[in-house]
């Protein structure tokens, strides 16, 4: 079993900036696929940034050249720089976790993933 806890999450102004971290605990993760997702209220949960065991990296269209998604397998946990946010970014964010045998694959759907952590609320203002 792996465990995720995010942290980082708050209360930002339009054009600041968040660093997300997702710890993973019971497993290392050094051989998951990773990711995080983001739930608006009333809108379904969608990827924002994905990353292989190898550092192949996806970004959703609208946070390409914002966000950076980034792993430290050596403290078993990923990470989520965000960039000049935008009050359209206000969601919870989940960061998911799977095993998987290919280095050079990421997964963006969410039903491709085992492990979730609870979730940690990003709000941007205007």
């Known amino acids: 079993q792996v465990q995720l806890e995010e942290s980082g999450g708050g209360l930002v102004q339009a054009g600041g900036s968040l660093r997300l971290s997702c710890a993973a605990s019971?497993?290392?993760?050094?051989?998951?696929?990773m990711a995080w997702f983001r739930q608006a209220p009333g809108k379904e949960r969608e990827v924002v940034a994905a990353?292989?065991?190898?550092?192949?990296?996806y970004y959703t269209t609208s946070v390409k050249g914002r966000f950076t998604i980034s792993r430290d397998n050596a403290k078993n946990t990923v990470y989520l720089q965000m960039n000049s946010l935008k009050p359209e970014d206000t969601a919870v964010y989940y960061c998911?976790?799977?095993?998987?045998?290919?280095?050079?694959?990421?997964?963006?759907?969410?039903?491709?993933?085992?492990?979730w952590g609870q979730g940690t609320q990003v709000t941007v203002s205007s």
């Open positions: 019971g497993r290392t993760v050094t051989i998951y696929a």
């Open positions: 998911a976790a799977r095993p998987s045998r290919s280095g050079s694959d990421y997964y963006i759907g969410p039903n491709e993933y085992n492990y």
């Open positions: 990353i292989s065991w190898r550092d192949n990296t």
